[in-house]
């Protein structure tokens, strides 16, 4: 079996049988501080648009998820990663 970390979404698959066995939402997002919130703003250029600050923040908490999932083991091997994607073009 191999867990599958993408963008909020965890699959666990069968390696066999490359059949997903388990599709569930990761609920344990990261959260922005209002700390880094600002730390973000202040590097942003004086005119901005909405899209660009939505962009950024978004990036960020990506970042903070990915961290957080790497922190605590949540991770595949690159080899593995290889024959998970080999699988997907056969």
């Known amino acids: ?9 965890i699959l666990e698959t069968d390696l066999d049988t490359n059949r ?3 599709f569930k939402t990761d609920y344990n997002k990261a959260m922005l ?13 004086e005119e901005f648009s909405i899209d660009e600050l939505v962009e950024r923040l978004i990036l960020i ?6 961290t957080k999932q790497s922190e605590a083991g949540q991770v595949i091997s690159e080899s593995d990663l290889d ?8």
Request: glycine fraction near 6%; hydrophobic fraction near 40%.
């Open 1 to 9: 079996m191999a867990c599958i970390f993408l963008d909020g979404i």
């Open 20 to 22: 997903i066995l388990e």
């Open 33 to 45: 501080t209002k700390t880094n919130l600002k730390k973000q703003i202040e590097k942003l250029p």
């Open 61 to 66: 908490e990506k970042i903070e998820r990915g």
């Open 83 to 90: 024959r998970e994607i080999e699988k997907w073009f056969k």
